[in-house]
């Protein structure tokens, strides 16, 4: 899936674009900024995903770059 966990991160969140569309026909015309926290691994790639399926439904947006960063638990 990645050859890193940020990497994993995105291309979830890219099929999760294209379980909707085609993600090459989404144009990336604003820049959205999430945050999410959790205490292991599998439980922040489920809140990524929720909170991207959040944004997508609020905002009526659908997104096709992504560019995660992890910074490790404190």
Same mark, same amino acid.
């Given at each position: 899936?990645?050859?890193?966990?940020?990497? =994993? @991160?995105?291309?979830? =969140?890219?099929?999760?674009?294209?379980?909707?569309?085609? $993600? =090459?026909?989404?144009?990336?015309?604003?820049?959205?900024?999430?945050?999410?926290?959790?205490?292991?691994?599998?439980?922040?790639?489920?809140?990524?995903?929720?909170?991207?399926? @959040?944004?997508?439904?609020?905002?009526?947006?659908? @997104?096709?770059? @992504?560019?995660?960063?992890?910074?490790? $638990?404190?």
């Amino acid at each position: 899936m990645g050859a890193t966990l940020a990497q =994993a @991160f995105e291309q979830a =969140a890219l099929a999760l674009t294209a379980v909707i569309t085609d $993600p =090459a026909k989404v144009r990336p015309l604003q820049r959205v900024e999430l945050e999410c926290e959790a205490s292991r691994a599998s439980l922040l790639l489920v809140d990524w995903l929720n909170r991207l399926v @959040f944004e997508m439904s609020t905002r009526k947006m659908l @997104f096709s770059r @992504f560019e995660v960063h992890l910074a490790p $638990p404190t």
